[in-house]
């Protein structure tokens, strides 16, 4: 069924649809009864410096072709998927991003009501304004979740989190490490928009009696101290996110994360690193078989997941689309935005003549070269 958006009573049909609907939303947002201006538009779509990043995490799909298999039986198709030990209904899911009050009333518990509703799994960020025990409430069965933290420079906050997040059921943990310090978001400047902006509550942080920018950032964690101290208070899997470069697999193989999310940052932290698309097509082969791996950035269509697990990810984070449905419509505008990827994705799947997730491969895609040669990926 088509979906009206009702800020422009056009369909909502793709998540473009649903970007512009949401975004246009995002000035009449609330957190509580504090008024959010219309600078927060650019906060959540906005990335750092002149932006190319931010626009690269997008356009670069559109160079990797698909290649279908033809007269292949697609009558079941199977989109599931196994994540943290608990099994996905599909390969991929809701990314970390803060502050979903700011946005819609219903906040990190309508988003997780909508991803828990369709067994997908979510990340849910430190800097959440519920408390990641109340996002938690809403699984349902054993929809994979993670809690995402960042290093904070206070380390009995960190630990109090981490026994938390277990105590709530949490199946991982995700730690942003691509986020010593702040990039510049030079839209955000202009517009005086704080970081923390006044009012927001964040109650994963208020039991502790600290004040979100005074325990953010660590700009002097590293592999060696780091990841060791939180592997020391958790048996939860450990994620690193926000991984770019062979070398930084390699560390996390070495100190034995159990997964990298290549990211960087959806283009928000530093200008001029490629697209994660990009990234994943050069460290995936280096990865398999070594370390589980996932990508972010730049996800519009269901053919964008397909091309980045035949690239080689076993899972795909989805951020924005998120934060545009909840702006939408609360709960059902995310749960709009996971209906229309699942759609996307599964008749990706079918049309290329795979039935299940295992078989999509580098196979199925190509790339038109400057001659007007197609070639293979890898």
């Known amino acids: 069924m088509t ?8 369909p909502i049909v793709c998540i473009k649809d649903l970007k512009k609907a949401g975004s246009d939303k995002l000035p009449q947002a609330y957190q509580g009864k504090i008024r959010i201006s219309a600078q927060c538009v650019y ?3 906005g990335g750092a410096m002149d932006e190319l990043t931010l626009g690269w995490n997008e356009t670069a799909f559109d160079k990797y072709l698909l290649r279908p ?8 198709i199977d989109m599931s998927t196994t994540l943290w030990g608990g099994t996905a209904a599909v390969p991929f899911g809701i990314a970390p991003t803060a502050m979903h009050r700011l946005i819609h009333v219903e906040g990190e518990i309508g988003t997780s009501k909508a991803a828990a509703a369709r067994n997908v799994p979510m990340v849910l960020s430190c800097l959440s304004n519920d408390s990641l025990e109340d996002v938690a409430a809403q699984r349902i069965d054993s929809t994979p979740y993670a809690v995402h933290i960042t290093p904070l420079n206070k380390r009995e906050l960190m630990s109090n989190l981490l026994t938390r997040a277990k105590a709530a059921g949490y199946n991982a943990v995700v730690l942003t490490v691509d986020a010593p310090m702040y990039g510049r978001r030079l839209q955000d400047e202009r517009n005086n928009w704080s970081i923390i902006p006044p009012g927001a509550t964040f109650l994963n942080l208020v039991a502790q009696h600290v004040k979100p920018n005074e325990v953010f950032v660590s700009p002097s964690s590293t592999w ?10 958790t048996d939860l899997e450990l994620w690193v996110k926000g991984v770019t470069c062979k070398e930084d697999v390699e560390n996390a193989i070495k100190y034995g994360v159990d997964g990298v999310i290549i990211s960087n940052h959806g283009g928000r932290q530093l200008d001029s690193t490629p697209a994660t698309i990009d990234i994943l097509r050069e460290v995936a082969p280096f990865a398999k078989g070594k370390i589980q791996i996932a990508m972010d950035s730049g996800v519009y269509r269901g053919s964008d997941i397909f091309k980045a697990l035949a690239l080689g990810a076993d899972f795909v984070f989805l951020g924005r689309v998120a934060i545009w449905g909840l702006a939408y419509n609360g709960s059902a505008g995310v749960g709009l935005g996971l209906d229309l990827l699942i759609k996307e994705f599964k008749i990706c799947m079918g049309l290329t003549g795979c039935t299940k997730v295992s078989d999509i491969s580098s196979d199925h895609l190509s790339i038109l070269q400057s001659n007007g040669l197609l070639e293979s990926v890898y």
Request: net charge negative; no cysteine.
């Open 224 to 233: 060696d101290e780091f990841i060791p101290w939180v592997r020391s208070q």
């Open 69 to 76: 298999r033809v007269l292949r039986n697609v009558e079941n």
């Open 3 to 10: 979906v009206m958006s009702q800020a422009s009573d056009l």
């Open 43 to 45: 906060y959540f779509n």
